[in-house]
């Protein structure tokens, strides 16, 4: 089976400009989460979904950003505009009814550099 | 409350050696305890975890030790190969309010010396 699959792998862009990471996650997960990863901060959960409904959106940093889930198999996180300070690799990770108290399946991180 | 101490940053061990890894945390909510493993250019995996109904797991030569008295909790890499070089999380997580979803320590750079 695949695994959860994310797009663009790698991101160069500019400040100020929009940025879109897709993410598929593994058939018939109910759970999907955003994560972001930094030298500083480690890995902070930004955004879960349950059954496509946001459920904790507390950890996404500004209003910059935003996620949706329109169906089961795609999730986008998008930062608009982007900052410098938003440099970093985002995974996106699916988990099947437990939430976080069961095993998280992680794509590969979309790893974004922002100039 | 809701952090997850490790330590310690990075960890040189040589081949044959034992690595161990610390984490601990102040709430009392968590009950579940994963480990992940990361590779450099890929995303977290999970490696074992542990319930606090045991104070001991192990998988071949990977051991989680659970301490609940002391809100500790550790892994141990017996018999470190090379292979085993990566970066390693401890998280924590429960099943009420906040402590839902998986709080992860701040990682440990593992190098197993050939």
């Known amino acids: 089976d695949a695994g959860v699959i994310q797009s663009p792998r790698h991101e160069v862009t500019e400040m100020g400009q929009e940025v879109t990471l897709r993410c598929k996650p593994i058939?018939?997960?109910?759970?999907l989460f955003w994560y972001r990863q930094t030298m500083m901060r480690g890995l902070e959960l930004l955004i879960y979904?349950?059954?496509?409904?946001?459920?904790?959106d507390s950890g996404m940093p500004e209003d910059r950003f935003s996620a949706k889930m329109p169906n089961a198999s795609f999730s986008t996180l998008k930062i608009q505009p982007s900052e410098p300070r938003d440099s970093a690799v985002y995974f996106c990770?699916?988990?099947f009814g437990t939430g976080g108290t069961g095993e998280l399946f992680f794509g590969e991180g979309s790893r974004l550099t922002v100039l | 409350q809701q952090q997850v101490k490790q330590s310690p940053q990075s960890l040189i061990v040589q081949k044959g050696g034992i690595s161990i890894i610390n984490c601990a945390y102040e709430?009392?909510?968590?009950?579940?305890f994963p480990w992940y493993q990361q590779f450099p250019g890929k995303g977290p995996a999970l490696l074992i975890a542990?319930?606090?109904?045991?104070s001991e797991k192990k998988e071949g030569r990977f051991t989680i030790s659970f301490n609940k008295s002391a809100k500790q909790f550790s892994l141990h890499i017996m018999d470190s190969q090379p292979g085993d070089s990566a970066t390693y999380f401890c998280?924590?997580?429960?099943?009420?309010?906040?402590?839902?979803?998986?709080?992860f320590g701040s990682g440990t750079q593992l190098t197993v010396l050939p």
């Open positions: 990770a699916s988990s």
């Open positions: 058939s018939g997960h109910d759970y």
């Open positions: 542990i319930r606090p109904d045991v």
């Open positions: 709430n009392t909510a968590f009950d579940y």
């Open positions: 979904f349950n059954n496509n409904v946001p459920i904790d």
């Open positions: 998280a924590a997580s429960g099943t009420s309010g906040s402590a839902r979803q998986l709080t």
